[in-house]
Nanobody, 119 residues
């Protein structure tokens, strides 16, 4: 079965860094765009970043551009989100999701990992 598992979240001080991982299984990982989406307390879902199936193209929302970097290692079926210069407003549950282009949908999601930025 398709599975996505996020890890690497935790508590970090403002200005600090975290690296999130998204480990995938149950599908041909190298065929899919993978996105990161976050949900801050009391707020809706916000798309954070996306990465093409081969890692050649990345995209970022303005709020994280220049601070976050997404990458992937298809040999390990893993996508990463390197988060630098973290701000309190980055506090959220972070999810990775598979983008199914044929359905125009994020069809599978991980369970999420909590990132808390606080002094």
């Amino acid at each position: 079965q398709v599975q996505l598992v996020e890890s690497g979240g935790g508590l970090v001080q403002p200005g600090g860094s975290l690296r999130l991982s998204c480990a995938a299984s149950g599908f041909t990982f190298s065929n899919y765009v993978i996105v990161w989406v976050r949900q801050a307390p009391g707020k809706g879902l916000e798309r954070v970043s996306g990465i093409s199936s081969d890692g050649g193209v990345t995209s970022y929302e303005d709020a994280v551009k220049g601070r976050f970097t997404t990458s992937r290692d298809n040999s390990k079926n893993t996508v990463y989100l390197q988060m630098n210069s973290l701000k309190p407003e980055d506090t959220a549950v972070y999810y990775c999701a598979r983008y199914e282009a044929g359905r125009f949908a994020y069809d599978y999601w991980g369970q999420g990992t909590q990132v808390t930025v606080s002094s």
